[in-house]
């Protein structure tokens, strides 16, 4: 079955620190897409950063990287240099494509509280 | 601003009645998506839409509808109302490719409080 799983419900980090959040997901699909979103306080879901499955080298954007490991099935979201406007939801995301479906699915979110 | 436009953001209504939600998707953007978004359930795909057509059905009730109409802008309609659909409902849209790189763009959502 197809899933994203996020085991972190909540990470802490110093501002201007680096930190990462884990994802990882389950497809037996050969192409497919991994997404992260951050969902602020405000409770609109912005997109980040995207990874194709054929993707040679680890998608970056800005200060977003995603640390994509094909063999382990995880792509892990790195935000560097943190500031507290990072402070949100982060959900990771898998696009599933099949002859009756066409969706995201999502992990169930990591909390991220930047710090001064 | 995503583009994606949905209307009302908050909405409190009883139980047993019935809501209609609105979405404008994004200039250009035949594939249209509904979520649902509850602390208990997480994020979970509802319908999509691909230019006027169903295209594909998740964890949608029966007593939940929806359609997109020629103009693209869809409506989810949600009926009987119970206390457990209290929630956020969001609109997502997207081009409409068949490229698994095409993102979603999410609207601000509408919270659905049900007394």
């Known amino acids: 079955a197809q899933k994203i799983t996020q085991t972190q419900p909540g990470m802490f980090v110093q501002e201007k620190e680096a930190v990462t959040l884990d994802c990882t997901y389950d497809?037996?699909?050969?192409?497919?897409?991994l997404f992260w979103y951050k969902q602020p306080s405000s409770g609109e879901m912005i997109f980040l950063i995207y990874q194709g499955s054929y993707d040679q080298q680890n998608a970056t954007e800005g200060r977003y990287s995603l640390n994509f490991q094909k063999a382990r099935k995880s792509a892990n979201l790195v935000i560097s240099a943190s500031q507290l406007g990072d402070s949100a939801m982060y959900f990771c995301a898998m696009r599933v494509r099949s002859y009756n479906t066409d969706k995201l699915i999502f992990g169930t979110g990591t909390r991220l509280q930047v710090f001064p | 601003d995503s583009g994606v436009t949905q209307t009302p953001k908050h909405l409190i209504t009883a139980t047993g009645q019935r809501v209609t939600l609105r979405c404008s998707p994004r200039?250009?953007?035949?594939?249209v998506y509904w979520y649902q978004q509850s602390l208990d359930q997480g994020l979970q795909f509802l319908i999509q839409y691909y230019n006027g057509e169903e295209r594909a059905k998740g964890n949608i009730l029966e007593r939940f509808s929806a359609q997109q109409f020629p103009d693209l802008h869809s409506e989810l309609n949600l009926s009987s109302l119970e206390l457990g659909d209290s929630a956020l409902y969001f609109c997502a849209s997207s081009v409409g490719t068949e490229a698994t790189n095409e993102k979603l763009f999410f609207g601000s959502g509408t919270q659905l409080s049900v007394l």
């Open positions: 497809t037996s699909d050969p192409s497919y897409g």
């Open positions: 200039s250009g953007d035949l594939s």
